[in-house]
C-alpha cells in the first residue's frame, strides 16, 4: 500500500456551490489562500457554470485572476460544456476537468445531454486544446445515480473507454450522491486498472450515508493517488437531490497522517480553514476532528 496521496481541496467549488448564502469574492480567495497555506498541492477552485443555474460559482472568471500565483499549488477548474472547458483553458489555470456523467438522466439534469454526447464532446473538447493545460476527467454518477439506481460496472467501462480515447492526464471517479462502500470501491478501481494500468486514478467521494472515509481508505489500498475532498466536509451537488457533503479535508489527513500515509496537508491549518468556513456559512459543518481536536494534542493546542 502507498505512503503518501495527494489531497485535492474542493471547497472552493463543490463545497460551497450548493450552499444558499453567498460567499463574497473576497471570502472565496481567503479560502484559496488558507488551502495554498495549508499544504494543499491542487485546489479546484471554481465552475465555469451559468451562474443563473449555479449562482455561487457567478464570480469564477475574477477568481482565476486574483489566484496566488507565488505558489506551487495547481489550480484546477471544472467545466460541463464546450463554453465552460473554452472559459477554463482561457482562465490561466492548471488543469481543466471536464465532467461526463455515467447515466443519461444525471447527465440530461447536470449538463443537458445524454452520456454519449458528452463524451464525444469531451473527446472533441480535449483534442481541440492548444495552450498547456492538463486536461482530466470525471465520471460522474460512478457508483450509482440518483435517478435510475445502480450504476452497472459493464456501463461505467464503456463510459470510461469512451472518455480515455481523449488521453486524459488523471480519470477521476465520483460517487456523487455516497452510495459507494469500500467493496465498490476496490472492484471499480480494479476494473478500470485492468484497462488501464497507467493512468493516475483519483476518486471523488461524498459522505452522504457516512461511508466517505471507509471509501478513501479502500481507494489508497486499491492504489489511487489522489482524493477529492472539503474542509469542514461541505457540499452537494444541485442538481443531485441529497448530494450531501464531501469527505472532510482534515478528518482525511487526520486519519491518513495518524496512520503514516503523508498528504502534505497541514492538520491544524486545515481545522482553522473548517472553522473559518464555518463561520463564512454560518452554518455547523459535518467534520468531526474539528470539534472533537487533534490526537495527541500539541503543546500549542494543550495550551
Ligand atoms: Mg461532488
Known amino acids: 500500500m502507498r505512503n503518501n496521496v495527494e489531497i485535492i481541496e474542493v471547497s472552493p467549488r463543490d463545497g460551497i456551490q450548493n450552499e444558499k448564502k453567498l460567499l463574497s469574492l473576497e471570502t472565496k ?3 484559496i489562500e488558507r488551502a495554498v497555506d495549508s499544504g494543499a498541492s491542487r485546489i479546484e477552485v471554481t465552475s465555469f457554470v451559468n451562474p443563473r443555474r449555479v449562482p455561487q460559482m457567478a464570480e469564477a472568471d475574477e477568481i482565476c485572476a486574483a489566484l496566488p500565483r507565488d505558489t506551487n499549488c495547481k489550480y484546477i477548474g471544472l467545466a460541463l460544456n464546450r463554453r465552460g472547458f473554452e472559459r477554463a483553458c482561457n482562465a490561466d489555470l492548471d488543469e481543466v476537468n471536464f465532467v461526463v456523467v455515467a447515466s443519461d438522466t444525471f447527465s440530461q439534469r447536470n449538463q443537458g445531454t445524454d452520456t454519449e454526447t458528452g463524451t464525444q464532446l469531451f473527446n472533441d473538447l480535449a483534442a481541440g486544446v492548444t495552450r498547456p493545460i492538463g486536461v482530466g476527467v470525471t465520471i460522474a454518477a460512478a457508483f450509482g445515480c440518483p435517478f435510475e439506481g445502480e450504476m452497472p460496472l459493464e456501463r461505467l467501462l464503456k463510459v470510461v473507454e469512451g472518455c480515455m480515447q481523449a488521453k486524459p492526464f488523471e480519470l477521476a471517479l465520483a460517487d456523487t450522491i455516497g452510495v459507494a462502500t469500500p467493496r465498490d470501491i476496490h472492484e471499480r478501481i480494479a476494473a478500470v486498472r485492468e484497462l488501464y494500468p497507467d493512468v493516475p486514478l483519483r476518486l471523488h467521494l461524498h459522505n452522504t450515508r457516512n461511508t466517505g472515509l471507509a471509501n478513501a481508505w479502500a481507494g489508497i489500498e486499491a492504489g489511487v493517488s489522489a482524493l477529492d475532498s472539503s474542509f469542514g466536509g461541505v457540499g452537494g451537488c444541485p442538481f443531485a437531490p441529497a448530494a450531501t457533503g464531501n ?14 500515509i503523508s498528504t502534505g496537508v497541514n492538520l491544524e491549518k486545515a481545522i482553522d480553514a473548517a472553522q ?7 452554518k455547523t459543518v459535518p467534520g468531526m476532528v474539528m470539534k472533537a481536536g487533534v490526537f ?8
Open 276 to 282: 473559518f468556513i464555518e463561520t463564512s456559512l454560518e
Open 29 to 31: 480567495l481567503e479560502l
Open 296 to 303: 495527541p494534542q500539541t503543546n500549542a493546542s494543550a495550551a
Open 247 to 260: 469527505i472532510a479535508t482534515e478528518d482525511l489527513v487526520y486519519m491518513l497522517e495518524r496512520a503514516g
